[in-house]
């Protein structure tokens, strides 16, 4: 959606963090979340975060979330092959959510 | 996939022939939506119902019909399919444990010739 924008590629190498990032555009949306996409699935929701929290972890997965700049990002220490996917950012507002384009990461051993 | 199933996994149809996708969800869930992902584009509401026998367009309703007749199934109908409705469908599913976080079906791969 043109709402939420983020990067189409990132290469990582494994072992290494990954920052995905994206930026939204809805200052009043509840809750940010991230979803992953395998290769021919569906969507997987990987973690959220209320919209009055800047910070939340989740074993290796960080979302920092800077409202003042309405920036989000994912951060996925030790990448893995099976992190290879493509990752959505979306906001939702009114019981919609707007989604990012998503970005595909792909990592290299 | 949260309880919820697509039918069918994949389509072919021809310029002009109609189909209709079918979503259940086997919980007791009020809002249900359907998307369509297309590359570079991420995913985009067609339509969406709040509840049983309520629906709502989306982003991009042009082009499809949706049925709520209950509160199990939302159906989404191609009357006259056009090559760029070439696409992969997915249903979602709002459980409401967290706020209006989206739950998704595995997704239905179309292809209009």
Known sequence: GEDVEQSLFLSVREG???VINCTYTDSSSTYLYWYKQEPGAGLQLLTYIFSNMDMKQ???LTVLLNKKDK???LRIADTQTGDSAIYFCAESNDYKLSFGAGTTVTVRA | NAGVTQT???QVLKTGQSMTL???QDMNHNSMYWYRQDPGMGLRLIYYSASEGTTDKGEVPNGYNVSRLNKREFSLRLESAAPSQTSVYFC???PGQLGDTQYFGPGTRLTVL
Do not use: G, N
């Open chain 1, 16 to 18: 290494d963090s990954s």
């Open chain 2, 92 to 94: 979602a599913i709002v």
């Open chain 1, 58 to 60: 989740d074993q290796r």
């Open chain 2, 22 to 24: 079918q979503c259940a």
């Open chain 2, 8 to 10: 069918p996994k994949f």
């Open chain 1, 71 to 73: 920036h989000l990002s």
